[in-house]
């Protein structure tokens, strides 16, 4: 089965975590971090768990207590149902038998560090550009590769290709013709690269040239 890294904006939109472990700690760092509220099962709660909740006022909601198959089916069915689920209760039984629910009642669901239809990848945030990371060890991979990001992708870039974003949906520009559109993107585009991703230079040098942005 092939893979699709796919962005999701998670902002407000419910999600069901089943467990109490570092796993799902971690994940739901993740996703209230994205804006996601959380309800979140177990029947123990680490002390981290009531400092996420601080942290995260209105977005968790930690429910004390087992989730078995006869609930979880009740909660999918509901018009609470959450978008997505994330399993691990440490017991593989009870985990497969979640995640069967959950594909019965077709919402995607994840039991974490096990192949599943629904992977979360921890994202690595340049606005421009994104990266996915989901492995076991995805919390050190994120760190390197966002030290390595940071140098391979620079302040000037990350600022020129915001501004290009702009530019691109700007209205003036919505308004023109298509090709003449296009052409300006290129040229805009062209002079970016010129300029290592400076996007002030890369106006100035349209100028110089004659060229207009509208």
Same mark, same amino acid.
């Given at each position: ?93 009870? @985990? ?14 994840? /039991? ?12 690595? @945030?340049?606005?421009?550009?994104? /990266? ?11 760190? /390197? ?40 993107? @290129? ?28």
């Amino acid at each position: 089965m092939g893979i699709l890294a796919l962005f999701i904006d998670l902002e407000d939109w419910p999600c069901l975590l089943a467990g109490g472990n570092e796993k799902i700690l971690y994940q739901a760092q993740s996703l209230l971090e994205h804006g996601a509220k959380l309800s979140i099962w177990s029947k123990e709660f680490t002390p981290h768990f009531q400092q996420l909740a601080k942290q995260f006022p209105g977005q968790l909601s930690l429910v004390r207590g087992q989730l078995d198959g006869t609930m979880l089916t009740h909660i999918l069915q509901s018009q609470l149902a959450p978008r997505f689920v994330f399993i691990s209760t440490d017991d593989l039984d009870l @985990d497969a038998e979640l995640y069967k629910i959950c594909e019965t009642n077709f919402v995607p669901a994840s /039991v974490l560090g096990y192949h599943s239809r629904l992977a979360a990848a921890t994202t690595i @945030d340049r606005t421009a550009l994104q /990266v996915a990371v989901s492995v076991p060890a995805a919390m050190e991979l994120e760190q /390197v590769l966002a030290r390595n990001l940071e140098r391979a992708y620079p302040q000037d870039w990350h600022e020129g290709s915001l501004s290009y974003v702009q530019f691109r949906h700007s209205k003036e520009l919505e308004q023109m013709h298509v090709g003449v559109k296009e052409a300006k993107l @290129d040229e805009l585009a062209s002079a970016l690269m010129e300029c290592k991703g400076r996007y002030a230079a890369a106006e100035a040098k349209l100028e110089r040239r004659g060229k207009t942005m509208f």
